[in-house]
């Protein structure tokens, strides 16, 4: 039969297949180069493919928390705070006794100890805003926050803000300059009408066996002091201008001293 008599879609007896002009022509354009590059492009970019996604989901995962979802630390940064206890480490703190024990339980910093001693840190601090939380163990107990304190080898002393135990004397939030001047001026022992105006307006600012809240702001001679939003002691003073923080243990055996909460905005 003569070529141009065939019929275009006719079965050929050898195969089991359409040879048509369409799967001819279909045929030539996939043994083409340019069907053949267009081929292995894709087929590259299908083997590439999960690795990119892999990539992509690894650097998601990389990024700042703050970036995805602000963080309590980055909230709590707002308002110019800086943690002093990350709430699971001593990071930052320094023991210049000794003795004494400080560790880390439930997000707290527990003191124990047989002798008065002072967790510090390891920074100083001149101006500021300090803020921190304390709680006192039951029967007879004493404890403070040191601030712009001098640290020597089993010696610290220096202003301190007063977390008193004695629900009868009730100087909590009183200023004591440990181991030099004592109670010299808020209020100032010996005096009655010092500690009278004291006791006036502080004593019912501190809770016993419960949490209190302190706040310390230095800002040059100015030193301010308040116990759970009250203010115990307004005063000028020109003694220390810079030193680290501590918290106290007093001493007493078997004793538990607990602090939370420690931060601190530093002032210009």
């Given at each position: ?12 007896p ?12 279909a045929?030539k ?7 053949l ?13 999960p ?25 709590a ?34 003191l ?6 002072f ?6 601090y ?30 610290v002393?220096g202003?301190q ?6 629900i009868a ?40 066996n419960?949490?209190?809240?302190y706040?310390?702001?230095?800002d ?21 201008a ?27």
């Amino acid at each position: 039969m003569p070529p141009s008599d065939r019929n275009p879609w006719s079965v050929r007896p050898d195969r089991n297949c359409v040879t048509g002009f369409a799967e001819i022509q279909a045929r030539k354009l996939a043994c083409s180069p340019v069907s053949l590059l267009a081929t292995m492009a894709i087929m590259r970019f299908s083997l590439l493919l999960p690795s990119a996604l892999a990539a992509l989901l690894t650097l998601a995962a990389a990024l700042p928390v703050s970036a995805q979802d602000p963080a309590p630390a980055a909230k709590a940064a707002a308002d110019g705070f800086t943690p002093l206890f990350d709430g699971k480490t001593l990071t930052g703190w320094t023991n210049p006794y000794t003795f004494g024990k400080a560790e880390v339980v439930n997000g707290e910093i527990h003191l124990t100890a047989e002798k008065k001693f002072f967790l510090c840190t390891e920074k100083p601090y001149a101006n500021f805003v300090f803020e921190g939380d304390v709680h006192l163990p039951e029967g007879k107990a004493n404890s403070g926050f040191i601030f712009r304190g001098r640290v020597k080898p089993n010696s610290v002393t220096g202003y301190q803000a007063e977390v008193d135990g004695d629900i009868a004397r009730m100087w909590s939030g009183g200023l004591y300059d440990e181991g030099l001047r004592m109670w010299f001026v808020s209020p100032k022992k010996g005096d009655a009408a010092s500690e009278a105006a004291f006791k006036e307006r502080s004593a019912e600012a501190f809770k016993r066996n419960d949490w209190n809240t302190y706040r310390i702001t230095c800002d040059g001679h100015k030193i301010k002091i308040e116990v759970n939003g009250v203010t115990t002691t307004d005063i000028t003073d020109d003694r220390d201008a810079t030193g680290p923080i501590a918290i106290q243990h007093h001493g007493e055996k078997g004793a538990t001293y607990r602090f939370r909460n420690l931060r601190i905005k530093e002032l210009k």
